[in-house]
């Protein structure tokens, strides 16, 4: 059972640096749907064992904010605020710092995953209009979804799944995060306007982008829940999971907005991924296998417990599989107090070194493309690398130094 639980997680997590399985036409979210198959059909764990691997927390949370996320977008909050900002007569650079504080705020209290779905096609139309290069719009709208999603517990889902999983105080995190991503989201507007410096213009057309109709009612009814909800998580003990199904059913009962529209919006490849990997990641746990790895990797000096080595292994290895996957194969070793912020700002933030670091990118690069929008891994890579190196070392300077200043309990 041992080797068939090797095999299987370096099949699952070899499809998560590729992509895809050459020959069948899986996605990483089969790939890790079919590892978990694999090992309950063999026995390799049993029904019980499977559902028990399951953080049911983190996929509450996860499910709840996404359909929080689903009311803006069916309310067409997300088309309207992008045509405002697009329509700014505002320079280039000064419509580019807009995005980004945009971004960045949005993407901090709602899934950045949805954000980026929501805004990419209607701010190529609004670059379209005003006959401006959509590229390093479009790349600030990714670099600046990763920045700012990384400042709360609730901005994207490696940090619901830290969050919930270590128990952390949402303000406590906020310590922690808040600065280098406000500081991140300086260095994206700086390193893009710097980038594209003299090539602001370009001249095409596409079609009109249909988006929902702007609702002042369902709007302000997701926002007075996310308002509530963010209260609640910073100024009590209530469990997250808990209020966010809770807003969820809220919203469900509506009678304007079906609600096989709303959870039509929900993710759930991104549901099924998290369930798949957290059955893989419990099969290796279960035989010992995590703690022969480690083992052997503290006798060639490598203590991936240690914030340090732990900052720097979370930041190659998201570029490698995807920050989600890599959160979670790393997630049991985040035993330190600083641990979870450490895992939360390197994954997120090493996200935008390379298109597959993280689904935002993967996302906005994808709908580029079904417009007609070429950005490719050199285009990407060329803000995204500077990006990255330049926040995680804010990041990590910002952790060095609130570790010994002060301490954040939760």
């Known amino acids: 059972m041992e080797v068939l639980n090797l095999i299987v997680f370096f099949f699952v997590y070899a499809g998560m640096l590729l992509g895809e399985i050459p020959g069948l036409l899986l996605d990483r979210t089969g790939i890790a749907l079919l590892g978990a198959i694999v090992l309950l059909a063999t026995g390799c764990m049993t029904p019980r064992q499977t ?52 971004a960045g705020v949005l993407s901090a209290l709602l899934a950045n995953d949805i954000v980026c779905l929501a805004v990419a096609p209607v701010l190529i139309e609004g670059c379209a209009l005003r006959k401006l290069n959509p590229v390093p719009f479009l790349l600030g709208l990714a670099c600046s979804s990763n920045v700012g999603s990384a400042a709360t517990l609730i901005g994207n889902p490696q940090n619901m799944l830290i969050g919930e999983v270590l128990h952390l105080s949402f303000s406590g995190y906020l310590v922690y995060a808040v600065v280098p991503s406000v500081l991140g989201l300086a260095v994206v507007w700086a390193v893009i306007a710097r980038c594209y410096r003299g090539n602001w213009r370009k001249d095409f057309s596409i079609g009109k982008i249909e988006v929902p109709r702007f609702s002042g009612w369902h709007t302000a009814k997701g926002g007075i829940l996310i308002c509530v909800l963010v209260f609640l998580f910073l100024f009590t ?39 798949g990997l957290f059955v893989v990641n419990h099969s290796v746990e279960s035989v010992g296998l995590m703690g022969k790895w480690v083992a052997d990797a503290r006798a060639f000096g490598v203590d991936p417990s240690h914030p340090g080595w732990l900052f720097a292994v979370t930041a190659v290895l998201s570029n490698l599989v995807s920050n989600v996957p890599a959160t979670m194969l790393l997630l049991p070793f985040a035993t330190h107090p600083l641990g979870g912020p450490v895992l939360a700002l390197a994954s997120t933030l090493a996200g935008n070194l390379l298109i597959v670091g993280s689904i935002a990118n993967i996302i906005v690069i994808d709908q580029a493309k079904r417009l007609d929008v070429e950005l490719g891994w050199k285009e990407h890579a060329r803000t995204g690398v500077p990006v990255t190196i330049l926040t995680l070392l804010i990041a990590a300077g910002w952790l060095w130094f609130a570790a010994r200043c002060f301490t954040v309990s939760g």
Do not use: H, N
């Open 51 to 102: 559902w028990e691997a399951v953080d049911v927390s983190t996929i509450a949370l996860l499910f709840g904010l996404m359909v929080v996320s689903a009311q803006f977008r069916l309310g067409g909050f997300y088309g309207f605020i992008t045509k405002r900002i697009a329509g700014a007569r505002v320079s280039p650079p000064a419509l580019l710092a807009l995005l980004v504080c945009a």
């Open 237 to 275: 003990s209530l469990p997250r999971d808990v209020l966010a199904v809770t807003a969820a059913g809220i919203l469900l009962m509506s009678r304007r907005m079906a609600s096989r529209d709303i959870l039509g919006l929900v993710d759930w490849q991104l549901l099924v991924l998290f369930f």
